[in-house]
């Protein structure tokens, strides 16, 4: 079972590609906010997320994920099912 | 701060849209003339978006039904069927609607939106999981979430993506509802529900299928995608409206699960609201009455959609992929697509405008809706107004070379 600190660096990988030049992803970094995703990039991001660490977040969980950290901590739980 | 001020985005987009003269979104119809044909800014004008598939808006029998229940029956139920009691009239709706599909079962709601709110909610609960196309209708999303099950979303018409979600949901998708269209409103393009079926039935889950574009439309009784994909058996409920073929308002939901009965004494957009006006129920009888003894409106329907479909890709247009009644031309960006729609309706054809985050992937939109009860002459001069369009874009390129950017696809 994959621990919320084994998640976090490849979420950083996966969220890579999905900002600009140079920024530093932290815990902290709210993603719709600060990444300045549209709902379209979003689903983007989503998608390459669910199939890294093959789960499916729920429709149902999105409004209570803000930040990078949030996002790992959802991960987390689905992993453990 | 106020509740109000979060109306304030809204007002700019509104603002950004009236300055160009017209609001695409909150136009009147000042006279409707025909299914086909509508008068707006004093201007006879040729209607290509209005789902009006098989132009029966007009039709004297569905008239003179409606006319005849209004004197005999009033003008309203004043309340819900579990209330009020049913009208024979409703029951003999859904005897219709039922036998129309050859099934046992069948409910009738007020609007074709309230039968997915009804049907889905009641399906599918808390513990329970829905999997909906991501590209589903509104009506789907609310629905889903009334019932408060937990709803994961599949790529659009993906079934390799949907199984991959199935096979994550291990022995939880025997209480998996799958929730897919048969024909998608925006693009035109349909399911492809014999793997669906297939990919269903391996996981046990179950599969409802919204017919609102595809009834009247597709199957060799109009019954939809479902009968002509021949899997009708395996589709455990359709849903579908009688707002777009069938000319009137209302929804229904049928299946062969008996089971299916008791959603009447659980659905809250069932119960807590008005039944069906009287009028509206016997239109939507006698229309179905038409479209079972005329199958040759959808013979006509897809001669006229194929008529358009050649005109629009030959004037250069990119279109959704699939040749049908929905045909939508991509246009690169909100502003080139405001200013065609506006030249259209200045030369007396209305269209559809659609524009994110109403659409799939961003896309921008000029809808058009084919009906059996257009003419020749009218696709004729649909065609060449979109051929006209050449002049909008302001770069003065024709639209030969109208390409959507590269983010597209
Ligand atoms: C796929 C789909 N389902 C349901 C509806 C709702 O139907 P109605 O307009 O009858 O409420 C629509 C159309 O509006 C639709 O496109």
């Known amino acids: 079972m994959m621990s919320y600190s084994e998640i976090l660096p490849q979420l950083f990988d996966t969220l890579k590609p999905f900002t600009k030049q140079g920024f530093r992803l932290k815990e902290q970094t709210e993603l719709v906010a600060e990444l300045g995703l549209d709902s379209l990039q979003v689903m983007q991001v989503l998608l390459k997320i669910e199939d890294h660490f093959d789960i499916s977040i729920p429709l149902n969980n999105l409004p209570n994920i803000r930040t990078v950290k949030d996002l790992g901590e959802e991960i987390e739980k689905l992993l453990k099912g | ?409």
């Open chain 2, 1 to 409: 701060m106020s509740l109000f001020d979060k109306f304030l985005p809204i007002q700019e987009a509104r603002n950004e849209l009236l300055k160009s003269g017209v609001n695409p979104f909150h136009i009147t119809v000042e006279k409707i003339i025909s299914p086909t044909e509508a008068i707006f800014n004093g201007r006879k004008t040729i209607l290509v978006g209005t789902n009006n598939y098989l132009g029966l808006t007009f039709h004297p029998d569905s008239i003179l039904a409606g006319q005849q229940a209004l004197a005999q029956e009033g003008t309203g139920t004043t309340g819900s069927r579990m209330a009020n009691g049913s009208f024979a009239s409703h029951k003999e709706l859904e005897k219709a609607i039922a036998d129309f599909y050859g099934a046992p079962y069948a409910i009738v709601f007020s609007t074709g939106y309230q039968a997915n709110l009804g049907v889905l909610s009641a399906l599918a609960g808390p513990g329970d999981t829905i999997l909906i196309d991501g590209d589903s209708h509104a009506s789907i999303y609310d629905g889903c979430r009334l019932g408060g099950a937990e709803i994961i979303r599949f790529k659009h018409n993906d079934v390799t993506d949907l199984e991959k979600r199935l096979r994550r949901l291990g022995d939880r998708s025997y209480r998996t509802l799958i929730v897919v269209e048969g024909i998608y409103s925006m693009l035109g393009d349909r399911a492809p529900l014999a793997e669906i079926v297939e990919v269903k039935k391996r996981h046990g889950a179950t599969l409802i299928v919204d017919e609102a574009h595809s009834l009247g439309v597709l199957g060799q009784h109009g019954r939809g995608l479902a009968e002509e994909t021949g899997v009708e058996q395996d589709v455990d409920c359709i849903v579908g409206t009688f707002s777009k073929s069938l000319g009137s308002t209302g929804g229904f939901g049928i299946s062969f699960h008996p089971e299916f009965e008791l959603i009447r004494y659980t659905s809250r957009p069932y119960i807590f609201t008005a039944s069906p006006c009287p009028s509206v129920v016997a239109s939507t009888r006698a229309t179905i009455r038409v479209i079972q003894a005329h199958p040759e409106l959808r013979q006509q329907l897809w001669t006229n959609s194929r008529h358009l479909y050649e005109g629009l890709t030959k004037s250069g247009y990119i279109l959704g992929a699939e040749v049908g009644p929905i045909i939508a031309a991509m246009i690169p960006n909100k502003e080139l697509a405001l200013a065609m729609w506006q030249q259209l309706l200045e030369n007396g054809i209305y269209v559809n405008l659609m524009i994110p985050p109403a659409t799939p992937n961003g896309e921008c939109l000029l809808r058009c809706s084919v009906s059996a009860a257009h003419t020749q002459k009218q696709i004729e001069k649909i065609i060449s107004a979109f051929a006209d369009l050449s002049h909008v874009t302001q770069t003065s390129i024709s639209p030969a070379h109208v390409q959507p950017d590269a983010t597209l696809n």
